[in-house]
């Protein structure tokens, strides 16, 4: 993947349309991934971008992770302190960061 993006960028300079190019960031939160190979999911964001324009388009979103695992909850809450401080209490979330 990071070979295609390399010749995506490279190609676009050769033709002298690199900061035309639109690219496409996708991130994502997890409260934690369960030793069952499972994950418990917290955020997503996506956004668009290109040289010329900067930010474009941004789509974020919280997710209700539903029941969590059993034997989890701790996990999860460590990881939010620790990490990105979303809680596991969406309405409790600070909802002026949702863009």
């Known amino acids: 993947m990071k070979g295609d993006v390399k010749d995506w960028v490279e190609t676009g ?5 690199l900061q ?3 690219f496409y960031i996708i991130q994502a939160n997890v409260f ?3 030793e069952e190979k499972g994950v418990v999911p917290a955020e997503i964001c996506l956004a668009r971008v290109s040289l ?3 930010v474009q388009e941004v789509y974020h979103r919280f997710i209700q992770p539903g029941p969590l695992p059993l034997g989890y909850r ?18 409790l979330a600070d ?5």
């Open 13 to 17: 300079h050769q033709a002298g349309t």
């Open 20 to 22: 035309d190019l639109n």
């Open 32 to 34: 934690c991934l369960t």
């Open 52 to 54: 010329k324009d900067g």
């Open 74 to 91: 701790a996990d999860c809450m460590a990881n939010s302190a620790k990490t990105h401080h979303i809680p596991l209490q969406l309405d």
């Open 95 to 99: 909802r002026k960061s949702v863009v």
